[in-house]
C-alpha cells in the first residue's frame, strides 16, 4: 500500500504566501511524476502543476510565474509554494505520485487533500 500525507493548508489573505507538502510513504520502490490539482467548490478537479523524477516541471496557466513545484526524492516528497494568492485560488489541493511498488505493479495515487482559503 501507498500513502500520500498532504500538509501545509490554512487561511491566507490576498497576496500572501503558503507552502503545502506531500510525502509518499508505504511500499515504494520509485516515485515517477508528482503533482498538484484543486478542487474549488462547484467546479471540476484542475491540474495545478506537475513535476517528473527528473525535475521537469508543468504548471496551470492561471499559476505560472506565481507557484513553484519542486521534489525531494530521497524524501519521496514534493512541495508546492504558492506566491502572491487570489481569492480565485481557495479550493481543496490533492497531490498525486506515480508510482512503482515494491510488488512491481504502478499506479496513480491520491492523499486526501487539503484545504487553501484565500480570503481577507
Known amino acids: 500500500q501507498v500513502q500520500l500525507a498532504e500538509s501545509g493548508g490554512g487561511l491566507v489573505q490576498p497576496g500572501g504566501p503558503l507552502r503545502l507538502s506531500c510525502t509518499a510513504s508505504?511500499?515504494?520502490?520509485?516515485?515517477?511524476?508528482m503533482g498538484w490539482h484543486c478542487q474549488a467548490p462547484g467546479k471540476q478537479h484542475d491540474l495545478v502543476a506537475t513535476?517528473?523524477?527528473?525535475?521537469?516541471?508543468n504548471y496551470a496557466d492561471s499559476v505560472k510565474g506565481r507557484f513553484t513545484i519542486s521534489r525531494d526524492s530521497a524524501k519521496n516528497t514534493v512541495y508546492l509554494q504558492m506566491n502572491s494568492l487570489k481569492p480565485e485560488d481557495t479550493a481543496v489541493y490533492y497531490c498525486?505520485?506515480?508510482?512503482?511498488?515494491?510488488?512491481?505493479?504502478?499506479?496513480?495515487?491520491w492523499g486526501q487533500g487539503t484545504q487553501v482559503t484565500v480570503s481577507s
Open positions: 513535476i517528473t523524477s527528473g525535475g521537469s516541471t
Open positions: 508505504g511500499s515504494i520502490f520509485i516515485v515517477y511524476a
Open positions: 498525486n505520485a506515480d508510482v512503482l511498488t515494491a510488488m512491481t505493479t504502478r499506479g496513480a495515487y
